[in-house]
Every structure is written in structure tokens, then in C-alpha cells.
């Protein structure tokens, strides 16, 4: 469906090309989605916007899933009624590995309806091998050189936790919690550069802060910001799983312990074990304006984490109208400027009115509000101004939804302009009943800006009509197809233009929904990236992971703002109680 972002140079398979430029590599992290933060169905969702924000940032992504849930403990409950667990291991392994296939299976799908290039594999095709005991057992070997090819093919990966082809045949198992085992071991195998354990709090705590540390349980528990592999065995081994521990302590690797949707959280690994709290952010305060199918998207979205979203206010123009998702009464209105009014962190504008948008957008940055829209048009037309005011007023205007729905494509141009400059961009965009090919025109203004701080006073634009007899004949004798090219230089030489590619080309081998970019740095190298452009769910999830990375940088501001580190002795008496998943 998509390809991995990545830069290659034709005969080159090293970094640099002879004169000092360093290559812009993928990097790669491993994410752990333990069973109390998949509790339940609703919760994938949530799991896909963690992958996603990995994802945009450029990096390769393996996804390692325990089951969903209680389901691991109902699975062993029907066990007993048939027969006593112990009597038939090989069964009993390959019952519970059901529960991290099944969750998995449910993962990809999700991610794929967001518009991610995703795909799933399981021990068996990874040849991923564990000996000794068939219910506890120890990692020997993985076909690391098949999991690199296939990241290479789609970046992002799903692996079922907990089990594993056990070298005497069949399924074998890592023991309960055993996903964490999983995670770090490929994380290692694979020369991740960071493995995140995913829980239902934000790092190991001196006692499970659902508790409290005080005798009167009113002090709040203290989190670590790093503990050491001894401190770790001692202090969350209900928390981790202590096989995990010892394997990193083992490999001297390292691992952070976190909730999703927080960057930072407890580190497990070599040093000294110090404390380092987490702040109290409260909820942003949401303001959305437009509740068609995308706007409905994002506000069910936005429910699933209270923690982090409060939507405050929805401004529709008919209050009456039946909806597939039905927020309380009390939130929508049809007057704006009563709902402009009031206050709010975060203004998402997805109306689709131009001119409507552009006031708001002003209003909002004026009172120092984030805006996140996806407003294309508004972004071809002023971005320069509004980006300057948001600047002004210490304000974000944030809109990676207006370009390419799912496909990163604006974090990889300003990935690549950071890294080494641009010299050119050519994009296949998906753009649904864009014939006069206007929507690829306003794309194209944005990438610009986004590539070379200026957008083209004029663009060749035509429209896939204008794709004469001889060129359309062309494609159906030279098995190509003929795709609207957005072309651009840093020049400022800029067209729109049917023309026929080669569906073994890169820009020509995709389908309808798919935008496809590459980017010519200065010093020659092509970066390619790829990914769902059209329908609902893509873009609803590009504008999610803007709020998610505004909340993120919100909490980071904080911890920043208010924590400082401090090396002090653990409170081993009160180990954290809770259990592995």
C-alpha cells in the first residue's frame, strides 16, 4: 500500500556521496501495547495514534501486541473446565498465543483504515525461537535480515507478543507479561534506537500511584525518571516483567517504561536510579468548528483520551441535524461568536469555508490558541501571513492534514530541509475528482513553502483533460498510466501536469488513493515517501496527531518548566503492585 521513507543514491550503498554529506537514515523504534492499555476494542484506536506519531517523525515502526484485555485469563479459565493446564502444554501454548494473534490481526486493520502503511508477522515467519520450558521460555534467534526487508517494504510492522516457535516444534511461550520479553528482545536484535513499554501509568513509580506512598495515602508516590537493572528488579517487578529486566541487564541494553501520549517516562537501564516526577497537565480545552464526517472522526477520537482532550465546544450550523455520533446537546451551537468567546487551548477549524476559516484562524492565534486545520486552500493562500502572526503572538498553527492526508509528506520535506536542503520535489497526490488538478495546484503552494520558504508567483497548471489522444495511447501501449505530476524547483519553476509514468517508476507505481513524493536534496540524494491520501479516516488521523503532538509538547514544556532531576534512594519497601502485561 505505501512505502517506508527512506533516501537512496543510484550505485550507492553508503552514507555520504564524497563530499561531507551525511545521509538522512530511518530510524527505528519498537512499541509494546501491553493488555491494560489495549483493555478493550475502543482502545486501538488510541494504539494507532502512538504508531502514527512514530511514524510521521520518518522513524521504522515494529508494533508488539499483548491480548486485548482479560482475554489471556479467559482463555486459561475454558482451559481449566476441560482439563488441568499441566497436563498438555503444547496445547496450552498454542490456546493462549491466540490471544496476542487475534490482537494483532485487530491492530493492522486499524491501522490500515487510518490510512499507515502496516502489515503484520508472526513468529513463525519471523522464525522467532525460544527453548527450554514450553510455557516460560528463553529467546535463541530471530531472522533479523527478513524483519529489515520488510520494514523496507512497509514501515510499519505488527508482531504478536508472548509466543514464539519453541525449538522442539510448535508454539512455545515467554511466561505471563511475557510481551515485555518480546519487545526487548527485537528491540535488540534489531538495533532499535529506542524500545518504549507501553502501560497504564507514565513510568515506575516508588509505589503504584493509584495508592498513594504516605501512611494516610494522600502523599503522591514519586516516579523515576531512570533506574538502574538491580533497582529495577526491586522496585517494578510486577510492573515489568523480570525476565525482560534481566535480559536487558544482560545485553546492557535499555528500555523506557511509559503511558501513551507522554514522551517521557522511566528508563530502565546502566546509571544511577534517580527521581524525576511527572507534571499535572490538565486537559486541553478543545474548540471545534465543522462536524462533517472528518470533524465526527476527530471528536470520537478525541473522547477516547480524556486525559488529554476536553472538547468544550462544537459550532455547526444546524444544531438539529441527525449525526452518526451524537455529542451531549450542551456542546453544540450554531453561534461562533459566542463559542469564540469563550475560553480554549485549542481551536480545530474543519468547516471547509475559506474565508470563514481564515477570521477564525486570526481570532484564534490573536488569543494565543493553537489552530490546527485542514484547509488547504487556506494554507495556498495565506500561509505566510498566518504563520508570521502565530509567530508574533507565540502561538501554533499547525496543518499537516491539509497535504496528503495520512502521507507525511510536510514532516518529510522539512525533515529533508533541515537535514540538506532541496533542490526539487515531484509528487503523484491523491486528489479525489481534481480534474481541473486546482487541489494538486494548492498542494503544491504548501509543499513549497514548506521546501523553500517562498511559494511560485505563477504555476503551469492543466488538468488531466488536457492529456492529448497521442499521450493517453502511449500509456495503454507502454503499460504505463498517465498521473498528474506536481513538479517544483528551488527556482520556483512550478507545473501541474498530465504525464505518462512507468508503473515500475516510483511516482507511477502506486493506486488512486495513494500520494507518492520524492524529494532531490542539494546534494543529489532521493528521499521517497509514500502513503493514503483521500477518505475520512486518514485525514481525521493527521489531525489527531497534530492535537496529540500539541498536547505532547505541552507536557514536555512542563516537566521542562517545573521537574528537575534528583538522585535519591529508592523506597524498595513499597514495591509498585501491579502486574505485568
Known amino acids: ?29 519498537v512499541l509494546k501495547f501491553g493488555s491494560s492499555v489495549l483493555s478493550n476494542d475502543s ?6 495514534h502512538e504508531v502514527y506519531r512514530a511514524y510521521r517523525q520518518g522513524r521504522g515502526v515494529i508494533a508488539v501486541v499483548s491480548a486485548i484485555g482479560s482475554q489471556t485469563n479467559a482463555l486459561l479459565d475454558r482451559a481449566e473446565v476441560i482439563a488441568s493446564p499441566a497436563s498438555a502444554d ?36 519471523m522464525d522467532l525461537m525460544i527453548e527450554n520450558e514450553r510455557l ?12 529489515r526487508n520488510a520494514l523496507k517494504k512497509t514501515p510499519v510492522i505488527v508482531v504478536p507478543g508472548f509466543a514464539a516457535r519453541h525449538r522442539d516444534g510448535g508454539v512455545g511461550l515467554t511466561g505471563r507479561g511475557g510481551s515485555d520479553l518480546s519487545a526487548v528482545y527485537l528491540a535488540h536484535a534489531l538495533r532499535a534506537d529506542e524500545c518504549r513499554l507501553l502501560k497504564d501509568v507514565d513510568g515506575i513509580y516508588e509505589c503504584d500511584p493509584a495508592v498513594g506512598s504516605g501512611d494516610d495515602q494522600e502523599e503522591s508516590p514519586h516516579r523515576y525518571g531512570h533506574v538502574s537493572y538491580e533497582d529495577a528488579l526491586r522496585v517494578s517487578s510486577v510492573l515489568v516483567q523480570p525476565k525482560a529486566t534481566e535480559f536487558l541487564r544482560e545485553t546492557r541494553g535499555s528500555a ?23 507534571p499535572c497537565v490538565a486537559p486541553m480545552k478543545v474548540l471545534m468548528l465543522g462536524f462533517g464526517k472528518i470533524g465526527q472522526c476527530v471528536y470520537s477520537a478525541l473522547q477516547r483520551m480524556p486525559q488529554a482532550f476536553d472538547v468544550v465546544g462544537i459550532g455547526v450550523k444546524d444544531i438539529n441535524k441527525s449525526r452518526p455520533v451524537s455529542p451531549p446537546v450542551a456542546r453544540l451551537s450554531d453561534d461562533i461568536d459566542a463559542l469564540l468567546r469563550e475560553p480554549y487551548d485549542v481551536l480545530v477549524e474543519l468547516t471547509g469555508d475559506t474565508v470563514f476559516a481564515e477570521r477564525v484562524t486570526r481570532h484564534s492565534l490573536n488569543k494565543r490558541a ?22 508574533r503572538r507565540h502561538a501554533r498553527f499547525v496543518h499537516s492534514a491539509a497535504v496528503g492526508g495520512a502521507a507525511p509528506l510536510l514532516e518529510a520535506v522539512q525533515r529533508v530541509a533541515a537535514h540538506s536542503g532541496i533542490r526539487r520535489l515531484r509528487a503523484v497526490l491523491a486528489t479525489e475528482f481534481d480534474r481541473d488538478a486546482s487541489a494538486a495546484a494548492e498542494q503544491l503552494r504548501v509543499l513549497a513553502f514548506e521546501a523553500f520558504g517562498a511559494i511560485p508567483l505563477s504555476i503551469d497548471v492543466r488538468g488531466i483533460d488536457t492529456a492529448g489522444t497521442a499521450l493517453l495511447d502511449a500509456a495503454r501501449g507502454n503499460s504505463g498510466q498517465v498521473h498528474q505530476v506536481v513538479d517544483i524547483d528551488a527556482d520556483g519553476n512550478g507545473s501541474v501536469a498530465p504525464q505518462l509514468l512507468s508503473l515500475t517508476s516510483y511516482l507511477g507505481g502506486g493506486n488512486n488513493h495513494e500520494c507518492r513524493l520524492e524529494i532531490v536534496d542539494l546534494f543529489g540524494v532521493t528521499h521517497q515517501v509514500s502513503g493514503v491520501g483521500t477518505g475520512c479516516w486518514p485525514t481525521a488521523e493527521a489531525v489527531i496527531a497534530d492535537l496529540v503532538e500539541c498536547y505532547i509538547e505541552t507536557r514536555s514544556s512542563a516537566l521542562d518548566a517545573t521537574c528537575t532531576a534528583s538522585v535519591v534512594p529508592p523506597f524498595f519497601d513499597r514495591e509498585f503492585s501491579r502486574r505485568p502485561h
Open 1 to 29: 500500500m505505501a512505502q517506508v521513507f527512506f533516501s537512496h543514491r543510484d550505485g550507492c550503498d553508503i552514507a555520504g556521496n564524497g563530499s561531507g554529506a551525511a545521509r538522512l537514515e530511518q530510524t527505528l523504534v
Open 43 to 48: 482502545q486501538l484506536p488510541v494504539a494507532v
Open 90 to 125: 503444547e496445547a496450552m501454548a498454542l490456546l493462549l498465543a491466540t490471544g496476542e494473534t487475534q490482537s494483532a490481526a485487530l491492530l493492522t486493520m486499524a491501522l490500515c483504515r487510518a490510512g499507515l502503511p502496516a502489515t503484520c508477522l508472526d513468529a513463525a515467519s
Open 136 to 147: 516460560d521460555g528463553d529467546f535463541v534467534g530471530v531472522d533479523d535480515a527478513l524483519i
Open 256 to 278: 523506557q517504561v511509559a503511558a501513551m501520549l507522554h514522551q517521557s517516562g522511566t528508563t530502565i537501564g546502566n546509571g544511577e536510579t534517580y527521581v524525576r516526577d511527572a
Open 370 to 391: 493553537t489552530v490546527v486545520t485542514a484547509d488547504r486552500t487556506l494554507l495556498s493562500l495565506r500561509q505566510a501571513a498566518l504563520r508570521a502572526l502565530a509567530g
